[in-house]
């Protein structure tokens, strides 16, 4: 199968900005999504990438690079109820909309 | 507008038994896929219905099958259960099979104990 990369653990400091990187093989790639997961909880839908460049959304804006195989989610103003797992989840162009391949996924803790 | 509903929130289960998860989509919503995530891993995908079939399969023995009902609700089965079945069971519910630009929307999950 494709590896999807991210890192596992990160922590920064409430106000701060955090950048989490995610890495894929660039064949077959269709689109790649960012959720947030607190504990015990569902994955929440952060953002969406296809073509190359930056989306903002407020606090959040996610990057990608197709050529790089690269996509990375930054996260500004860093608040204590951003701490929770982020997963980065890729789209193959042989899947449907709903079959995603996720990462491990990356736990940010925001500390005071 | 309700989301993606799942039933049971919770279940223990014995080594050997069979097990039935339900999952109601988001309201418009034909599409559901189930996943499983282990505890700190990235949710797995198991398989996905859309118009009451199977469309697409995971890397998951036999002993996981499901089913979706004409109102778009589904299923997920597990026989033969093993202490590695344990894990948070989650469905996604989403809008056509290909063609639409739209997130798969996640349900709270089911977590499974097999002992």
């Known amino acids: 199968g494709q590896n999807i990369d991210q890192p596992t653990e990160m922590t920064a400091t409430e106000g701060a900005i955090v950048q989490i990187n995610c890495t894929y093989q660039?064949?077959?790639?269709?689109?790649l999504f960012w959720y947030q997961q607190h504990a015990g909880e569902a994955p929440t839908f952060l953002s969406y990438n296809v073509l190359d460049g930056l989306e903002e959304k407020g606090r959040f804006s996610s990057f990608l690079s197709r050529s790089k195989g690269y996509s990375y989610l930054l996260l500004k103003e860093l608040q204590m109820k951003d701490s929770a797992s982020y997963l980065c989840a890729v789209r193959w162009t042989t899947d449907s909309w709903g079959k995603l391949q996720f990462g491990a996924g990356t736990q940010v803790v925001v500390t005071p | 507008d309700a989301g993606v509903t799942q039933s049971p929130t919770h279940l223990i289960k014995t080594r050997g038994q069979q097990v039935t998860l339900r999952c109601s989509p988001k309201?418009?919503?034909?599409?559901v896929s189930w996943y499983q995530q282990a505890l700190g891993q990235g949710p797995q995908f198991i398989f996905q219905?859309?118009?009451?079939?199977?469309?697409q399969r995971g890397n998951f023995p036999d002993r996981f099958s499901g089913h979706q009902f004409p109102n778009y609700s589904s299923e997920l089965n597990v026989n033969a259960l093993l202490l590695g079945d344990s894990a948070l069971y989650l469905c996604?519910?989403?809008?056509?099979?290909?063609?639409?630009?739209?997130?798969?929307?996640f349900g709270q999950g089911t977590r499974l104990t097999v002992v």
């Open positions: 660039t064949s077959g790639f269709n689109g």
């Open positions: 309201s418009g919503h034909d599409t």
């Open positions: 219905y859309y118009e009451e079939e199977e469309r």
């Open positions: 996604a519910s989403s809008w056509g099979l290909k063609g639409q630009n739209t997130e798969a929307f």
